[in-house]
């Protein structure tokens, strides 16, 4: 198939990226590079042996969203097969801080998005969605039957159970459309090849990388948000999934898509606390990763854990990495790059 990939030069955009070219798919990538680097992309050609065209646009806009898929299907010398919409800002916190900016790039890239594939009768499509829009989930693990969009408590995570609700409607205006909503547990580690992997600018909110930022001596210490939830050693619990995983799903996605809308939690359906986290890249690195505990971060849930069954049986994908493999892969990369995809010299925050 030919493949588009908004936000294709970010962290899970990158590894999806080699994944579908290593199965055959032609790709391209739109990026905007406001929070990804061309670098990345150039780093996914050399893993696969092909080039990987990139159009740069801000999907957001709606004019540059109809030029970027024009020029994007021009790049593959046919029209698109495929969409996969990874594009959009990330960063909880921030999301708290700029309401309207998360609202105004993740519901208009989107919206978008699904304009331009009407247009060009494009009629498959791949969401980057969230565990988030479960909320506090009331069992654990979650199933995709668990309720949705109840309790949010930042911006980021309504603006994911909001473009599930926007391509639902969508689609049913779009004939013969196929469209995967993906929630992700917690992406961690890197390509094995330690070329690309995760690259947040400044201080790193999500715990790997941060972790990964201690043990190579960019940072002193690790803070660990509460001690007293009520797990087996007081800290939270998340599902880790290795990133490699999760673009084997959605290449699985893709290929599987039935016509209408589909959900799907992407998990190993293992949980891991802070503790043990810090304790497998301890091993994997040989390195120490020094922690204070610090009081419970506002809005964070004691544990989330995938049930990924459904996504087993009707994707036919499963995780074959397990946590310690997640964490010799981003030692691996954050060792060999210590400053990320920045160029030595360039000032990296
Ligand atoms: N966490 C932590 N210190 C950090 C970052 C995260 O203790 O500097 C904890 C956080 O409270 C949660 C887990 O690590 O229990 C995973 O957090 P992350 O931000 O990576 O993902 P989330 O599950 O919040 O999306």
């Avoid at 109809?66 to 046919?78: K, P, S, V």
């Avoid at 603006?159 to 459309?177: H, L, P, T, W, Y």
């Avoid at 087996?232 to 999934?241: E, Q």
């Avoid at 999760?246 to 802070?274: F, I, P, Q, R």
Wanted: aromatic share 6%; charged share 20%; glycine share 10%.
């Amino acid at each position: 198939m030919r493949v588009l990939l908004t936000g294709g030069a970010g962290y899970i955009g990158s590894h999806t990226a080699v994944v579908l070219a290593e199965r055959g798919h032609e790709v391209v990538i739109v990026d905007d590079y406001s929070n990804a680097h061309p670098e990345a992309v150039r780093r996914v050609a050399e893993i696969v042996g092909k080039a990987v065209p990139m159009v740069e646009a801000d999907l957001a806009n709606q004019k540059a969203a109809a030029q970027a898929f024009t020029d994007a299907a021009a790049a593959l010398g046919g029209e698109l097969d495929a969409v996969i919409h990874f594009a959009g800002l990330k960063a909880v916190g921030e999301s708290v801080a700029q309401p309207t900016r998360y609202y105004r790039t993740n519901i208009n890239s989107t919206l978008n998005v699904l304009d331009q594939m009407r247009a060009h009768s494009i009629n498959r499509l791949v969401f980057s969605s969230s565990a988030t829009v479960y909320g506090d989930p009331e069992t654990n693990p979650i199933a995709e039957t668990q309720q949705v969009g109840v309790g949010l408590t930042n911006p980021y995570g309504w603006s994911k159970a909001m473009n599930e609700q926007i391509i639902r409607d969508a689609a049913v205006v779009q004939k013969g459309f196929r469209a995967v909503l993906l929630r992700y547990f917690n992406p961690v580690g890197a390509h094995e090849s330690g070329r690309i992997g995760e690259d947040p600018s400044g201080i790193p909110n999500n715990l790997m990388p941060f972790v990964a930022q201690v043990a190579v001596g960019k940072r002193e210490q690790l803070s660990v948000f509460g001690s007293s939830y009520p797990t087996p050693d007081g800290t939270g619990v998340r599902d880790y999934i290795h990133v490699m995983d999760l673009a084997e799903g959605h290449a699985a996605a893709l290929e599987a898509a039935g016509e209408g809308v589909a959900e799907y939690n992407l998990g190993s359906g293992k949980g891991s606390s802070v503790l043990e986290v810090v304790a497998a890249f301890e091993q994997a690195s040989g390195r120490p990763v020094p922690y204070q505990i610090v009081d419970a971060r506002p809005g964070d849930v004691a544990e989330c854990v995938a049930d990924p069954r459904k996504a087993n049986a009707e994707l036919n994908w499963q995780t074959t990495r397990s946590l310690a493999d997640a964490c010799a892969d981003s030692w691996r990369w954050q060792s060999q790059n210590p400053n990320g995809y920045a160029k030595d010299g360039e000032v990296t925050a």
